[in-house]
């Protein structure tokens, strides 16, 4: 329903700006309807993802079927990095929405001689891993409010960073079943808190989209400081360490 | 109004194919912690009473965690409505405190 919608139109296609590298090792593109299984638990992957439109998450499930999302994955990010390179998937990846994904083959990444490449995947690992931290502090420590609040200020940014987000809105599909697996809240908890938001006027959501109506207040209230989605960059170049020399154990 | 986060399936499970005979029930639960009380305008699909009574249940104490703090007395509510209306299910949890000195004035 485009015609509801306010703001000014997203972009079809995201803008994958750094991801470039990565995207040129694509060999097959593939669409895959929501809720499928894109790697299951205990699988060895025969190729990477890279997802480029839509949602996917990374899980584990525990054997009487409770779940815990570990990660949501937004346009531009490699869905199952850690699995390819360790050879075995200690998670699953399903697709929350209808999806478009690029299969990468193994023997791309392990590619040692292309050292632009693993300069991407160092910076999707280290990303991958600052985001696991601040879920972890948020799962730990952050109320509801703060834990809903912090997700909601952290894919605006990643969002924006692929050219999805306005400045103060974008399209989500994600339901409260799966927000209450992502925060380690029941379903009915995400949805008392979601209208503590609306409530509060910091929020509204209609058709899909999310509206962030007060930006400066959500992320106070959530305590977002976006540095943790950058890693690398606060140092100046010369004080960084190499990315290019991965551990010996990945080649 | 929520359009686009209703309450969905399990991940990585493939959604049942809507049945117009035995759809899956939808369970309203309205909440209430002493300082803001939500209706619930959404929703949620639950398999049956049990379920409902299991959602109702287990929110209370993620509530308590948050809201006791400074007080010696709270309760916090939840109700379950079912899609017709009918209110079926209410659940209380209540903290009593009591000093057993002269309280402190703060």
């Not at chain 1, 697709?95 to 083959?105: F, H, K, S, W």
């Not at chain 1, 209450?180 to 609306?198: C, F, I, K, P």
Request: aromatic share 6%; hydrophobic share 45%; glycine share 8%.
């Amino acid at each position: 329903m485009p015609g509801a919608r306010e703001g000014p139109p997203l972009p079809m296609r995201p803008v994958l700006g750094e991801a470039g590298i990565v995207l040129a090792a694509i060999e097959r593109q593939r669409m895959v309807p929501a809720r499928t299984d894109l790697l299951r638990q205990g699988e060895t992957p025969a190729v990477a993802h890279i997802l480029l439109t839509g949602h996917t998450c990374r899980f584990r499930t525990l054997r009487d079927g409770r779940r815990q999302i570990l990660a949501i994955l937004v346009p531009g990010d490699l869905c199952d990095l850690e699995a390819v390179l360790g050879a075995r998937a200690d998670y699953g990846v399903s697709a929350l929405t209808a999806c478009t994904v690029g299969e990468i083959p193994c023997r791309r990444l392990a590619d040692d001689t292309d050292a632009a490449m693993r300069a991407a995947l160092w910076r999707h690992l280290l990303q991958d891993a600052a985001i696991a931290r601040e879920w972890l502090v948020g799962m730990g420590r952050r109320n509801a409010q703060e834990r809903l609040a912090h997700l909601f200020c952290e894919l605006r940014v990643r969002l924006e960073a692929v050219g999805l987000a306005g400045t103060d809105f974008y399209e989500t599909r994600i339901t409260q079943v799966e927000l209450a697996d992502a925060l380690g809240l029941t379903s009915v908890h995400v949805n008392r808190t979601l209208q503590e938001l609306r409530e509060a006027g910091l929020i509204r959501l209609a058709n899909g989209r999310l509206t962030i109506l007060d930006v400066p207040a959500l992320e106070r209230l959530a305590g977002f400081d976006p540095a943790y989605l950058r890693p690398g960059r606060a140092l100046p170049e010369a004080e960084r360490i190499s990315l290019t020399s991965p551990p010996a154990a990945w080649r | 109004m929520w359009a686009g986060l209703r309450a969905g399936f399990p991940l990585g499970y493939a959604q049942p194919a809507i049945n117009a005979e035995h759809p899956v029930p939808r369970y309203f639960i309205d909440t209430d912690d002493g300082d803001l009380m939500i209706v619930d305008d959404e929703g949620h699909d639950l398999p049956n009473l049990t379920a409902a009574r299991r959602a109702a249940n287990k929110v209370l104490p993620e509530m308590a965690r948050e809201k006791i703090q400074d007080d010696d007395r709270r309760t916090l509510y939840a109700r379950v409505r079912a899609e017709d209306g009918t209110d079926v299910y209410t659940a209380t949890l209540s903290l009593v405190g009591k000093w057993n000195i002269k309280p402190p004035v703060d």
